[in-house]
C-alpha cells in the first residue's frame, strides 16, 4: 500500500536519514517510540507536510514524494484534534467535501453516512467547545473518514483523552478499521495502544526505525537493548554467552549462569519477560533448564499483579498475582527459587545493531 525508500528530512537541528517502512494493505501499523524520536515529522512528511531532502515515498505503484497533501488521498488527525471552533459538526465534517466542490447533495449524504457509523449524527448542530473530548474525536475521525482516504494518519489521537475515554476510543478505532478496511498508520507513545490495535509496529528512537515485525514477535524478540527497555520487558540482563550443547550459556560476571535458546557469542544482553520468571520456597520438577535461588529485595503491588525483584547474583524480576504472593508469604528477605525456560531468554548482542534504517538525531525533541 505504502513504500518509503530511504527517506531523509531536516528540520532546523532535527533530522533522520534513510528512513524506509513498508506499510501493507489493510493493516494497522503502529509507529511507537520516546518523545523526540521524530515520528511526528516521519508521519507529517508522509502526508507532504514536509519535503524530504531525499529518499521517496510511493502510494501503491504511484511516486507521490512531491505530490501536493491534497492529491496524495490521505486523511490525517491530530492529538488535538484541529477542529474549527466557529463551524458546528456538521460543518466541520462536510469542510472537506466542499473544498473539493462535491455537490451539496452528495455532501449531505457522506456527511450522514459518516455520522451515523461514528455515532455523531445527534451532534451535527452543536459547536466543538460544547463536546467532550471523545466526541471531538469522533467528529475528527468523521472529518477525516468522509472523504473515503486509503490511509488514515493518526497523530497520538488519545493522549488528550482521560483513561476511560481512551479505552472506549481504542474500542472505536477497531470498530471503524474493520467496517471500512481503511489502512491505518497511528503514532503513540502508549503501550496499550499497540497491544489493542495494532497488526505491527514499528519502534522509532532518535530519527531511526530500529525494528519493525508483528506485534507479538517485536515484544518477544526485541532487536536492541533500547527496544527492550523501552518495551518495558521485565528483565534486562548484561553477561557474556557461550555455546553450551544446543543451548548457549550466559555468564553474569561473578554471578550465577543461566541458559538460553540462542546462537549468539559474547558479550551479550539477555531479555526475560517478568511473568516468564516463576517463583517457588524450594526447587520443583519442571521442563525449565533454569532454577536460581534468590532473595527477595522489593515487593511492589501493580494493580491485580505484584512485581516481585530478586537478588539472584543479579537483580531479577517476577509478575505474580496476589493470590500467589500471599500463598508464598513474600516479604524482603524471603528466600525463593526463580524458575525459567531457556527458550523464554532472548539473547541479543550488547552493541546495538546498526543493520535495520539508519539515521541520526539531534536538537530539540520533536515527537
Do not use: W
Amino acid at each position: 500500500m505504502l513504500r518509503i525508500e530511504s527517506l531523509s528530512v531536516t528540520l532546523g537541528a532535527f533530522s533522520f536519514r534513510d528512513v524506509s517502512l513498508e506499510v501493507r494493505e489493510n493493516e494497522y501499523l503502529v509507529i511507537l517510540g520516546p518523545s523526540g524520536a521524530g515520528k511526528t515529522v516521519l508521519l507529517e512528511t508522509i502526508a507532504g507536510i514536509h519535503a524530504p531532502s531525499s529518499g521517496r515515498i510511493f502510494l501503491r505503484d504511484r511516486e507521490i514524494t512531491s505530490a501536493e497533501p491534497r492529491s496524495r488521498s490521505f486523511g490525517m488527525v491530530y492529538q488535538d484534534y484541529a477542529l474549527f471552533p466557529h463551524r458546528t459538526v456538521e460543518e466541520n465534517i462536510a469542510f472537506g467535501l466542499r473544498q473539493r466542490k462535491v455537490p451539496p447533495d452528495e455532501q449531505r449524504a457522506l456527511v450522514a453516512e459518516i455520522s451515523a457509523l461514528l455515532e455523531v449524527g445527534h451532534l451535527a448542530e452543536r459547536y466543538p467547545g460544547s463536546l467532550s473530548g471523545g466526541e471531538q474525536q469522533r467528529v475528527a475521525l468523521a472529518r477525516a473518514l468522509v472523504l473515503r482516504p486509503k490511509v488514515l494518519l493518526l497523530d497520538e489521537p488519545l493522549s488528550a483523552l482521560d483513561g476511560p475515554t481512551r479505552e472506549r476510543m481504542r474500542t472505536e478505532l477497531v470498530r471503524v478499521r474493520r467496517l471500512t478496511g481503511t489502512t491505518v498508520i497511528q503514532i503513540t507513545h502508549h503501550l496499550e495502544d499497540v497491544f489493542a490495535l495494532a497488526d505491527r509496529v514499528a519502534i522509532m528512537h532518535e530519527g531511526r526505525i530500529v525494528q519493525v515485525g508483528e506485534t507479538g514477535d517485536v515484544f518477544l524478540h526485541p532487536s536492541d537493548p533500547f527496544v527492550a527497555e523501552f518495551l518495558g520487558i521485565g528483565n534486562i540482563i548484561r553477561g557474556r554467552s557461550s555455546p553450551a550443547g544446543r543451548l548457549a550459556r550466559v555468564e553474569t560476571g561473578g554471578g550465577p549462569s543461566f541458559l538460553a535458546v540462542s546462537g549468539v557469542v559474547g558479550d551479550v544482553v539477555a531479555t526475560l519477560h517478568a511473568e516468564d520468571v516463576i517463583l517457588s520456597e524450594a526447587p520443583f520438577a519442571s521442563s525449565a533448564r533454569n532454577c536460581l535461588p534468590g532473595t527477595v529485595t522489593e515487593v511492589v503491588p501493580c494493580g491485580s499483579t505484584v512485581r516481585v525483584v530478586l537478588d539472584a547474583g543479579f537483580p531479577l524480576t517476577a509478575l505474580l498475582t496476589r493470590e500467589s504472593c500471599r500463598e508464598l508469604d513474600l516479604g524482603p528477605g524471603s528466600r525463593v527459587y526463580a524458575t525459567f525456560k531457556a527458550s523464554a531468554v532472548h539473547v541479543i548482542p550488547a552493541a546495538p545493531r546498526q543493520d535495520v534504517a539508519a539515521g541520526s538525531a539531534a536538537g530539540p525533541e520533536i515527537g
